[in-house]
């Protein structure tokens, strides 16, 4: 059953917020709950909230691909990516806040987080290839090993938030506080969408994060793994 839509206040203290890097608490997520609070008040559903932040994310991959060169088409990207992330910080906010979590609004949201994944390596590819940064062949390997690394992540964060492992707090050491840092999303589609300007480096920061995305979903994969053992052996 769905409750009132909380105040603003209470959206920007992040009450309903899921957490995330030092750059998506600070910034998404704040975002989010702008975004979660006026949907609310204009009587949106979570999903019409998921369904709109995966548009504008897919609008911006476009305009990252197809647009000429220049700081203001890359500004613009870069100012895309970060409302859309925003909006999918806000559409768990809004569900949360609303008691209106469902099986079907996490498998519509982690659906359209594949479709950006998907988006974003195609944009990446079609840029590189256009700009002769690579053959057609190296930036569509380049696309696929981003969008593999950041699936195998997302795959490994949605079970562990299945299995409650994904709440846990973990010990913070300063190599992994700048690793937290490096690895948030909206600190890598930044990154990205600058990037546009010199597409040799692009493909660089693209592939190394690829990976990076990679080895962190394979950590947290095993991890999980180790826990489903513990507990069956318990």
């Not at 409750?3 to 920007?12: A, I, R």
């Amino acid at each position: 059953m769905s409750q009132p839509v909380p105040s603003l206040p209470d959206f920007w203290d992040l009450r309903y917020s899921a957490g995330g890097g030092p750059l998506t608490r600070t910034l998404s997520q704040r975002i989010g709950a702008l975004a979660a609070w006026t949907a609310g008040r204009a009587g949106l559903a979570p999903a019409a909230v998921t369904l709109t932040g995966a548009s504008v994310f897919i609008a911006g991959a476009a305009a990252f691909a197809w647009l000429p060169a220049g700081w203001t088409w890359t500004v613009a990207c870069a100012a895309a990516f970060q409302l859309a992330y925003g909006l999918d910080c806000a559409d768990g906010q809004l569900a949360r806040a609303t008691g209106r979590v469902s099986a079907f609004g996490a498998w519509l949201d982690l659906a359209c987080d594949h479709v950006r994944n998907a988006v974003l390596a195609g944009a990446l590819a079609y840029w590189l290839a256009a700009t002769r940064a690579l053959p057609l062949a190296g930036a569509m390997f380049i696309g696929v090993a981003l969008m593999a690394g950041m699936s195998l992540k997302l795959h490994a964060l949605a079970a562990l938030r299945a299995g409650g492992a994904g709440a846990v707090p973990q010990p913070q050491d300063a190599t992994r506080r700048i690793a937290s840092g490096v690895l948030d999303t909206p600190f890598f589609l930044l990154g990205f969408a600058l990037l546009r300007e010199a597409p040799p480096w692009l493909a660089l920061y693209a592939g190394a994060m690829g990976l990076a995305y990679g080895a962190v979903g394979a950590a947290q994969a095993l991890r999980h793994l180790s826990r489903g053992k513990g507990a069956g052996s318990a």
